[in-house]
């Protein structure tokens, strides 16, 4: 679930909670992704607001965990407040999570729209 208010590390930088659930829908494990855990490796900035939106992406890299894309709304990596979307590659090791790809909105889509 989606925490894009979170304060870790700064205001409104944002936080992604992984539910881990067994087949009668029991938490089993939980992890929390943000500037301060989970093995975030990118890079949050005040008002990114990371978790903004999230969709399941199927089990792309084949490990048995869904994995997730991930929105940062506020993220100015390309311009103000053009975004970036986050892949996350879900796996329950310890709680880390990998991030392999991040793609910021502004470099797709340029200009006014």
């Known amino acids: 679930m989606g ?11 944002g936080a992604v909670w992984i539910l881990f659930l067994d087949n009668d829908g029991k938490v ?8 301060l855990s989970g093995g975030f490796n990118g890079t949050l900035v005040d008002d990114d607001q990371f978790g903004y939106a999230l969709t ?8 048995g965990f869904e994995d997730l894309v991930v ?11 053009r975004g970036t ?7 329950e090791v310890e709680g880390d999570t990998e991030f392999d790809s991040e ?3 502004g470099e797709l889509f340029s ?3």
């Open 111 to 113: 200009g006014n729209r």
């Open 71 to 81: 929105t940062a709304s506020g993220d100015e990596g390309n311009g103000v407040d």
């Open 56 to 63: 399941s992406i199927g089990d792309l890299d084949g490990d």
């Open 3 to 13: 925490v894009e208010l979170d304060d870790d590390d700064g205001t409104d930088r």
């Open 28 to 35: 089993l494990s939980f992890t929390k992704i943000s500037d």
């Open 85 to 91: 979307l986050w892949i996350l590659f879900i796996a």
């Open 103 to 105: 793609i910021d909105m």
